[in-house]
């Protein structure tokens, strides 16, 4: 069976994967994208939703437990674009998703 692909991700981010052809859920606030996030997490046809971390941060925690059980959908949060000084690098971020998958953490050289 073919499953889709979706984004939810907040407005800076929705125009770079729309030119890519994917279907984006575009959020306005973080909220929003929680919402959208768990509504979309119960749709079958879906096998991998890609979310920006601010809204995955805004989903409940046992609505983010119950999510992270099921296998799929595949749930792969993103870092979205960050005009701040300081911001957390792609390394970080890498890091912590090997973490996720593997149980413990990995340095990066």
Known sequence: MNRAV????RSEA????LLAGFNVEEARTAAEGAARIVALARDPA???LLVDT????AVL?????????????????????????????AETHLAELLRRALGYRV???
Do not use: M, N, T, Y
């Open 14 to 17: 929705a125009p770079g994967f």
């Open 107 to 109: 340095r990066l050289r």
């Open 54 to 57: 601010a809204c995955w941060a």
């Open 46 to 48: 879906i096998g991998l």
């Open 61 to 89: 925690e046992p609505d983010r437990r119950a999510l992270l059980r099921k296998p799929l959908p595949l749930i792969v949060p993103f870092p979205g674009p960050s005009w701040a000084k300081g911001a957390p690098a």
């Open 6 to 9: 979706r984004i939810v991700c």
